[in-house]
Antibody, heavy 119, light 107 residues
Framework: EVQLVQSGAEVKKPGESLKIYCKGS????????MGWVRQMPGKGLEWMGI????????RYSPSFQGQVTISADKSISTAYLQWGSLKASDTAMYYC????????????WGRGTPVTVSS | EIVLTQSPGTLSLSPGERATLSCRAS???????LAWYQQTPGQAPRLLIY???SRATGIPDRFSGSGSGTDFTLTISSLEPEDFAVYYC????????FGPGTKVAFK
């Protein structure tokens, strides 16, 4: 089955670090860009960045450049999203989503990882 | 950056009615590289349409997309109960941008 499996819910304090993951299966992980999308409570979708696992080429949305780090380990078909120092405003649902093989629409989505940052 | 505007913000309709959702871009979307997604409460988004008018795998034919340049439309020909959701457009002709969404609500 073609799917993206994301890590579980996280509850963190401001200032803590965090790394969440997204594991792809059932398809060639290195043939598709993988993206991360933020959805704050009650709000819309915001793309954060994308990575090509084949060579780790990474592009960030200007809104998220310098705020997060996206990486991938192609040997285990897994992409990562990490923060060095969380803020309360990072509280959101984070989705990983596969991009189409030749075009940058998101054709396969994970179920999301909820992240809560609270003191 | 291309900014997408969706209208209306909320569309109140009944099952069986036709829904017409608009997505307008601040500049022309290259090669009609525009997609539509559906998100129901508590669920991840689902790809409906790509390339402005191509239905994704498994999407019922009551969903159709049209448009080019700066104006795009998603039409649901006859609303089913499971179609009441939030719909987002996304352009991928110049980097990536999502629209703010249109909620299709029960009247």
């Amino acid at each position: 089955e073609v799917q993206l499996v994301q890590s579980g819910a996280e509850v963190k304090k401001p200032g803590e670090s965090l790394k969440i993951y997204c594991k792809g299966s059932g398809y060639s992980f290195t043939s598709h860009w993988m993206g991360w999308v933020r959805q704050m409570p009650g709000k819309g979708l915001e793309w954060m960045g994308i990575i090509y696992p084949g060579d780790s080429d990474t592009r960030y949305s200007p809104s998220f450049q310098g705020q997060v780090t996206i990486s991938a380990d192609k040997s285990i078909s897994t992409a990562y999203l990490q923060w060095g120092s969380l803020k309360a405003s990072d509280t959101a649902m984070y989705y990983c989503a596969r991009l189409g093989e030749s075009f940058w629409f998101f054709d396969l989505w994970g179920r999301g990882t909820p992240v809560t940052v609270s003191s | 950056e291309i900014v997408l505007t969706q209208s209306p913000g909320t569309l109140s309709l009944s099952p069986g009615e036709r829904a017409t959702l608009s997505c307008r871009a601040s500049q022309s979307v290259y090669s009609s590289y525009l997609a539509w997604y559906q998100q129901t409460p508590g669920q991840a988004p689902r790809l409906l349409i790509y390339g402005a008018s191509s239905r994704a795998t498994g999407i019922p034919d009551r969903f159709s997309g049209s448009g080019s340049g700066t104006d795009f439309t998603l039409t649901i020909s006859s609303l089913e109960p499971e179609d009441f959701a939030v719909y987002y457009c996304q352009q991928y002709g110049s980097s990536l941008t999502f629209g703010p969404g249109t909620k299709v609500a029960f009247k």
